[in-house]
């Protein structure tokens, strides 16, 4: 079936296969929330084990309360990430990786080390594109 038929097919039919970059596949929603900033960053720290939300936030740098909730349960929502509330007083909720998001966050940890790797390159590039 080419890509067209299955834009423009029911997105919900979950046997038709995933196309990212056909219009209506279901798979782009998922990837812009694996892709965003902060949604990269939440899984790629998770790589290092459990956190709480609050340890959570500390570790990634800038993102605000209400981001990072909203971050995790779109994660949560795709299957990337687990939440588990623990029966404390007061409850204590701590968020892990699934086995997908394991997956996920392994790619997206490799692709920011070549970025963080090749930034000498990049500053470069950024300077000659300003230059000219």
């Known amino acids: ?3 067209q038929r299955i834009a423009s097919a029911d ?11 056909a219009r209506n596949c279901t798979s782009r929603p998922v990837l812009q929330n694996v892709a ?3 949604g ?15 340890a959570l936030r500390r570790r990634v740098d800038g993102v605000s309360e209400r981001m990072l909730s909203q971050t995790l349960q779109a994660l949560e929502r795709d299957g990337m990430v687990h939440r588990e509330v623990q029966e404390t007083i007061p409850p ?12 996920v966050a392994d790619r ?11 930034m000498p390159k990049v500053r470069e590039a950024q300077a000659a594109y300003h230059r000219d």
């Open 92 to 103: 204590r909720v701590e968020y892990t990786l699934t086995d997908l998001g394991a997956e």
């Open 1 to 3: 079936m080419s890509s």
């Open 108 to 118: 997206l940890e490799a692709l920011i080390r070549v970025l963080e790797t090749n």
């Open 36 to 38: 965003s900033r902060w």
């Open 11 to 21: 997105a919900d039919d979950p046997t038709l296969e995933a196309d990212v970059f």
């Open 40 to 54: 990269t960053l939440a899984l790629v720290a998770l790589r290092e084990g459990p956190y709480r939300f609050s």
